[in-house]
Nanobody, 126 residues
Framework: QVQLVESGGGLVQAGGSLRLSCAAS??????????MGWLRQAPGKEREFVAV????????YYADSVKGRFTISKDNAANTVYLHMNSLKPEDTALYYC?????????????????WGQGTQVTVSS
């Protein structure tokens, strides 16, 4: 069992930066079997993959739309995953979800994730 608590969303001007945090907890002993991802959903659009990191080997993968602007990272001691967002654009406006997938390596599909946070809103003004 995994619980995910997100924070860091807010309003930012185009070209600005923002850091999202996802605090993770588990009833198990470790997160080594998990990958941690960020996905987002804008009004009227389907949920889309943004970035993912494997807990065990720290490998990462990004959607083409954010590659070079966003960075996913983790703090093992704090059981926390971050999404550093730079050069933000109005089209980045969405509800951002933290999610966890067990026994998957770098998952990119919504159905592959087993646990979800509540979402945090990011709004980028033009």
């Amino acid at each position: 069992q995994v619980q995910l608590v997100e924070s860091g969303g807010g309003l930012v001007q185009a070209g600005g930066s923002l850091r999202l945090s996802c605090a993770a907890s588990t009833s198990g002993r470790t997160f080594s079997d998990y990958s941690m991802g960020w996905l987002r959903q804008a009004p009227g659009k389907e949920r889309e993959f943004v970035a993912v990191i494997n807990w065990s080997d720290s490998r990462t993968y990004y959607a083409d739309s954010v590659k070079g602007r966003f960075t996913i990272s983790k703090d093992n001691a704090a059981n926390t995953v971050y999404l550093h967002m730079n050069s933000l654009k109005p089209e980045d406006t969405a509800l951002y979800y933290c999610a966890a997938a067990r026994f998957r390596s770098l998952p990119t599909r919504e159905y592959q994730y087993d646990y979800w946070g509540q979402g945090t809103q990011v709004t980028v003004s033009s």
